[in-house]
């Protein structure tokens, strides 16, 4: 013959010593996983959690951004799906609620009834001079 048979020599060293070579190699892509679940992945998933906790608190009242950038005040909460927004006199729109960007203002209902109390105030007064 004139080819002699050659075999591959091992070191001799067995166990996990074996295959360092291969966890070395993967040891990268590990690592970079990790760096994009921490820099990428949590992150956007935070953000859409509170996105959706925002949406599901929408109220009447409430100052709206919608995604074509219209700024609105929510008349009314039609179902889970639409939002009748207002943004102009006399203008009404139904919007969806996923569309809604951001809530800029949230009205504070012991403000509005305080308000109220001195409207009331003010008119009793203006009553009693006539």
Not at 62 to 69: K, N, S
Not at 86 to 97: E, F, K, M, P
Request: proline share 4%; net charge positive.
């Amino acid at each position: 013959m004139l080819v002699s048979a050659a075999y591959a020599q091992g070191t001799g060293i067995t166990g996990i010593f074996d295959n360092q070579g291969a966890l070395i190699q993967f040891l990268p892509l590990v690592l970079i996983f990790v760096v994009f679940y921490f820099l990428l992945i949590r992150p956007q998933q935070r953000k859409a959690k509170d996105h959706k906790t925002m949406l599901d608190a929408l109220r009447r009242g409430d100052r709206v951004v919608t995604g074509g950038g219209i700024i609105g005040t929510v008349a009314r909460v039609e179902n889970p799906e639409e939002v009748t927004v207002d943004i102009a006199d006399g203008v009404r729109v139904r919007v969806l609620r996923n569309t809604i960007s951001s809530v800029l203002a949230k009205p504070d209902p012991a403000a509005a009834r305080e308000a109220a109390r001195q409207r009331e105030e003010a008119r009793a007064k203006a009553e009693t001079k006539d």
